[in-house]
């Protein structure tokens, strides 16, 4: 048998974490068994879907390294409106499905409660189709469903407990449940990996599977996504969306490897591994059912290890976007003219030893293309202390005439300069640096001075000291 899985985002909005962890998990699975990982995109929900949304998880799949070509799709739900009705019809015509004209207020006149679901009244009154009646399903009075789930072992549930649920809607339109296991049985999926948040719906759909006489898929229901507050990631409340972290610069390799740890390890207590190692060591059937805390700290810690772990010239590559701006990342503040691509090579080392996420390179570099710095007010107050005036006379006739102008130079000049007002290197160097990068953190100082060259260091340095008079 060929595995078929599939990923069937619904696009109501940014790519989802959770969703792209669920989608790395159909790849792989498909992956290593020589199967296929058809991409679905279910845009039957008119008013919540938009064209860009399904672009956006596009592009972000892609960016993930899920590429156009390595899934078959994307298939959109909305073409297969056709089956899903004659499904609907088929169960209706087979007596497993009747239609329903109760309204919700009916209902609950009738069992006195809002919660306890749908009390049979349409059963057996052989309603025909009619504007307004919804279709139900006839779920068995008797037994049990049990579903097969790899990550679950076989959650089992009583057949009477599950009401005569909703097929399709009072205008005809068939529902999600309906929908989704109509395009798994067309699309010949075999197994379906998808979030915890769809278990409850799965005897319903297996219900489905048996009634339209086709054998259920396997299931596997991949643990919720929660904050550090053990609350379902929601898109209101926490950053959620791929495409955010991506153009806060975290590198593809790194969230996908994050990622596929929510839930599951490779072996030998390792976290950053290889994408490789994931492709062969991962195992559905490991995934820990409990719900998975997405840690982003943990993510920045891990990011910052991708990127020094890049060839230096790949990591200058990997800045361009935050050095320029593109469609979704604000510009830096320079204008385009004013960057010097060797000075930015100069420091890159320096850079790449020190940031988390590559869009934090532009507030270590910007001292280099504005023609004056961006000066940080409260950072100017904290270095610029008394005897701060006297600290920049000095350095500044030390440097007109140093020779040559290079880090180590610099440095044992602002050394000696502090060392005879009793100052240590660290304090000589607050007011200097805040002078010349606008900021009391930064790349390293003297190298920093380097690339900026003398003119431009001691311009800066005399505009501080004016400012101080
Ligand atoms: N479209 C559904 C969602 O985005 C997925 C359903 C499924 O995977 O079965 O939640």
């Given at each position: 048998?060929?595995?078929?899985?599939?990923?069937?985002?619904?696009?109501?909005?940014?790519?989802?974490?959770?969703?792209?962890?669920?989608?790395?998990?159909?790849?792989?699975?498909?992956?290593?068994?020589?199967?296929?990982?058809?991409?679905?995109?279910?845009?039957?929900?008119?008013?919540?879907?938009?064209?860009?949304?399904?672009?956006?998880?596009?592009?972000?799949?892609?960016?993930?390294?899920?590429?156009?070509?390595?899934?078959?799709?994307?298939?959109?739900?909305?073409?297969?409106?056709?089956?899903?009705?004659?499904?609907?019809?088929?169960?209706?015509?087979?007596?497993?499905?009747?239609?329903?004209?109760?309204?919700?207020?009916?209902?609950?006149?009738?069992?006195?409660?809002?919660?306890?679901?749908?009390?049979?009244?349409?059963?057996?009154?052989?309603?025909?189709?009619?504007?307004?009646?919804?279709?139900?399903?006839?779920?068995?009075?008797?037994?049990?469903t049990v579903v097969v789930d790899?990550?679950?072992?076989e959650?089992?549930f009583?057949?009477?407990?599950?009401?005569?649920?909703?097929?399709?809607?009072?205008?005809?339109?068939?529902?999600?449940?309906?929908?989704n296991v109509v395009?798994d049985m067309?699309?010949g999926i075999t197994h379906v990996?998808?979030?915890?948040?769809?278990?409850?719906n799965t005897p319903k759909q297996q219900l489905l599977w048996d009634a339209l006489g086709v054998k259920p898929p396997i299931w596997a229901?991949?643990?919720?996504?929660?904050?550090?507050?053990?609350?379902?990631?929601?898109?209101?409340?926490?950053?959620?969306?791929?495409?955010?972290?991506?153009?806060?610069?975290?590198?593809?390799?790194?969230?996908?490897?994050?990622?596929?740890?929510?839930?599951?390890?490779?072996?030998?207590?390792?976290?950053?591994?290889?994408?490789?190692?994931?492709?062969?060591?991962?195992?559905?059937?490991?995934?820990?059912?409990?719900?998975?805390?997405?840690?982003?700290?943990?993510?920045?810690?891990?990011?910052?290890?991708?990127?020094?772990?890049?060839?230096?010239?790949?990591?200058?590559?990997?800045?361009?976007?935050?050095?320029?701006?593109?469609?979704?990342?604000?510009?830096?503040?320079?204008?385009?003219?004013?960057?010097?691509?060797?000075?930015?090579?100069?420091?890159?080392?320096?850079?790449?030893?020190?940031?988390?996420?590559?869009?934090?390179?532009?507030?270590?570099?910007?001292?280099?293309?504005?023609?004056?710095?961006?000066?940080?007010?409260?950072?100017?107050?904290?270095?610029?202390?008394?005897?701060?005036?006297?600290?920049?006379?000095?350095?500044?006739?030390?440097?007109?005439?140093?020779?040559?102008?290079?880090?180590?130079?610099?440095?044992?000049?602002?050394?000696?300069?502090?060392?005879?007002?009793?100052?240590?290197?660290?304090?000589?160097?607050?007011?200097?640096?805040?002078?010349?990068?606008?900021?009391?953190?930064?790349?390293?100082?003297?190298?920093?001075?380097?690339?900026?060259?003398?003119?431009?260091?001691?311009?800066?340095?005399?505009?501080?000291?004016?400012?101080?008079?």
């Amino acid at each position: 048998m060929t595995v078929r899985v599939r990923f069937a985002p619904s696009p109501t909005g940014m790519f989802h974490v959770g969703g792209a962890r669920s989608a790395l998990q159909n790849w792989i699975f498909a992956k290593q068994r020589g199967g296929v990982c058809v991409l679905r995109v279910e845009d039957t929900d008119a008013a919540r879907n938009r064209p860009e949304w399904t672009e956006g998880i596009l592009s972000a799949l892609d960016w993930i390294g899920i590429a156009r070509g390595s899934y078959e799709g994307p298939y959109f739900q909305s073409a297969y409106a056709g089956e899903h009705r004659a499904a609907a019809q088929r169960l209706h015509e087979g007596g497993r499905a009747y239609y329903c004209d109760c309204t919700r207020e009916d209902v609950q006149a009738r069992t006195g409660s809002q919660h306890r679901g749908y009390d049979g009244f349409c059963r057996d009154r052989g309603l025909p189709a009619g504007e307004g009646r919804a279709l139900r399903f006839r779920t068995p009075d008797e037994g049990e469903t049990v579903v097969v789930d790899l990550i679950r072992g076989e959650p089992t549930f009583e057949n009477k407990l599950i009401e005569d649920f909703v097929i399709a809607r009072g205008d005809g339109s068939p529902v999600f449940l309906l929908a989704n296991v109509v395009d798994d049985m067309t699309m010949g999926i075999t197994h379906v990996i998808r979030a915890e948040e769809h278990l409850p719906n799965t005897p319903k759909q297996q219900l489905l599977w048996d009634a339209l006489g086709v054998k259920p898929p396997i299931w596997a229901h991949v643990p919720v996504v929660v904050n550090e507050k053990r609350q379902k990631l929601s898109k209101r409340r926490d950053k959620v969306a791929l495409e955010a972290y991506r153009d806060e610069g975290y590198l593809a390799d790194a969230m996908r490897n994050y990622l596929m740890l929510l839930g599951w390890a490779p072996s030998g207590d390792r976290e950053i591994v290889p994408w490789s190692v994931i492709e062969d060591e991962f195992r559905l059937d490991e995934v820990n059912p409990s719900p998975a805390f997405f840690d982003e700290k943990k993510l920045r810690a891990f990011n910052g290890e991708y990127i020094r772990a890049l060839p230096v010239e790949d990591f200058v590559a990997a800045c361009q976007p935050w050095l320029t701006g593109t469609d979704t990342i604000a510009p830096p503040p320079w204008q385009p003219a004013e960057f010097d691509r060797a000075a930015f090579a100069a420091v890159a080392p320096l850079a790449q030893t020190r940031i988390a996420v590559l869009s934090e390179i532009v507030p270590n570099v910007d001292f280099l293309f504005l023609a004056d710095p961006l000066i940080d007010e409260a950072a100017w107050a904290k270095a610029m202390k008394e005897g701060a005036a006297d600290l920049l006379d000095a350095a500044i006739t030390a440097f007109e005439s140093l020779e040559p102008w290079d880090a180590g130079s610099l440095k044992a000049t602002l050394e000696a300069v502090g060392a005879e007002r009793g100052l240590k290197l660290g304090k000589a160097q607050a007011p200097v640096r805040v002078a010349v990068t606008g900021r009391t953190v930064g790349l390293p100082l003297f190298e920093s001075l380097e690339v900026l060259g003398r003119d431009r260091t001691l311009t800066r340095l005399r505009a501080a000291r004016v400012r101080l008079v």
